[in-house]
């Protein structure tokens, strides 16, 4: 299958293209390089040992989209393309409900004067809200999100949802990731965040190549067995696998479906933090320090949706994550580019 990666370039876009170019598939990556780089391509190329086509163009700009659609024939569309930092969505959200919503019309609109009707879609657990009850699934309706970046997703699956209802014979799936970790194993390709990382798993990174000093765990009072707050981390080449899973079934589906990738096993702060040290033999100095707003004790997926539907299951655990993360960070300690 041809097969488009918008923002391919990146974080879960780099891992997944290169799960697809193993599976036999041809991606084509189209990025603007807003947060991520050339470099992440040609590691990609690297990995599987062939060239990978790629242009760089903004997803929002119909008319360069135009000229991909018409120099390929794509049978599948994977969405990546979209900022994605939290906090900057609650400083800056009409660039991220600008930049996310405008991609994705462009890209409907797009695909629909090209024939192309198959679309899978990066959607986040963010869109369930903080939910009452774990495991969150995929029957749970939202009880609102907590930030721009999250109503971003959520008016996307809407966007979708009602593309499919116009349009029956359009296939989509959205998927709703849960917390994405670690690297390749290469270690050539990895998360490469710029600033100082938000997220736990990149500010452990940057602390055991001594480019950080400490971390904060935020808060230790929390009701989950050591009071730190549990996620459902899941390594990023499953993550990956899962996609190539998703485009097989959307050949042979039609609607709209939303499946949850998540292992299904919360693990907390400090479970992270000493899985890290005792896998890697680095030590992570870190304080406790109070609740991040808007933070909840504890969610992780119910995954039954993913294998029932797809045939996907997690496969790797938190020592991989651990261990891949710190690989890449190791080899890379300035990212990509420097
Ligand atoms: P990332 O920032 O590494 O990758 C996104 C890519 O999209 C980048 O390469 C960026 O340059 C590109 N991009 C952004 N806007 C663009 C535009 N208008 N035109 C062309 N390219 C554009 O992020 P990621 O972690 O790989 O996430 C991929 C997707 O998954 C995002 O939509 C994100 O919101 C979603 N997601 C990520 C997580 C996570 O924890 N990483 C969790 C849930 C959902
Ligand atoms: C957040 C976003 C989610 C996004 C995901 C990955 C919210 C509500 N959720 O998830 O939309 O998809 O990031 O980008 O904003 N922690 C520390 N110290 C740190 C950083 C984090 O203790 O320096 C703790 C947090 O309190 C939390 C856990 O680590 O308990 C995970 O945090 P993080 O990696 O930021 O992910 P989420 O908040 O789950």
């Not at 024939?73 to 969405?79: K, L, P, S, Y």
């Not at 190539?244 to 499946?259: F, L, P, R, T, W």
């Not at 406790?288 to 995954?303: S, T, W």
Request: proline fraction near 6%; hydrophobic fraction near 35%.
């Amino acid at each position: 299958m041809k097969i488009l990666l918008t923002g391919g370039a990146g974080f879960i876009g780099s891992h997944t293209c290169v799960e697809l170019c193993e599976a036999g598939h041809d991606p084509v990556i189209v990025d603007n390089y807003i947060n991520s780089c050339p470099e992440a391509v040609r590691r990609i190329e690297q990995i599987v040992g062939r060239s990978v086509l790629c242009y760089e163009a903004d997803v929002t700009d119909a008319a360069a989209m135009d000229r991909i659609f018409s120099e390929n024939a794509f049978d599948c569309v994977i969405h990546f393309a979209g900022l994605k930092a939290v906090g900057e969505s609650v400083s800056q959200p009409l660039r991220y409900y600008r930049n996310n919503l405008d991609s994705t019309l462009t890209l409907c609109e797009t695909m629909q004067k090209h024939g192309v009707k198959r679309f899978v879609f990066s959607s986040s657990a963010t869109v369930y809200g903080n939910q009452p009850q774990v495991p969150y699934r995929e029957d749970m309706p939202s009880v609102g999100c907590t930030n721009p970046y999250g109503w971003t997703k959520f008016m996307i699956e809407k966007i979708l949802e009602g593309q499919c209802t116009a349009d029956p014979s359009w296939s989509v799936v959205l998927l709703r990731y849960f917390n994405p970790i670690g690297a390749h194993a290469s270690g050539l390709i990895g998360e490469d965040p710029s600033g100082i990382p938000n997220n736990l798993m990149p500010f452990i990174a940057k602390v055991a190549v001594g480019e950080l000093e400490k971390l904060s765990v935020f808060g230790n009072d929390y009701p989950t067995p050591d009071g730190t707050g549990v996620r459902d981390y899941i390594h990023v080449v499953d993550l990956a696998k899962g996609h190539v899973k998703a485009c097989d079934y959307s050949a042979a589906h039609q609607g709209c479906e939303i499946i949850n990738l998540g292992t299904g096993h919360g693990y907390s702060v400090l479970d992270l933090v000493n899985t890290f040290e005792r896998v890697n033999g680095i030590k992570i100095p870190y304080v406790i320090a109070p609740r991040r707003p808007g933070d909840i004790a504890e969610n992780y997926a119910d995954p039954s949706k993913a294998k029932q539907l797809l045939g996907w299951t997690a496969e790797k655990n938190l020592e991989d994550m651990c261990r891949d993360t710190y690989r890449f960070q190791h080899n890379n300690p300035k990212g990509y580019q420097k």
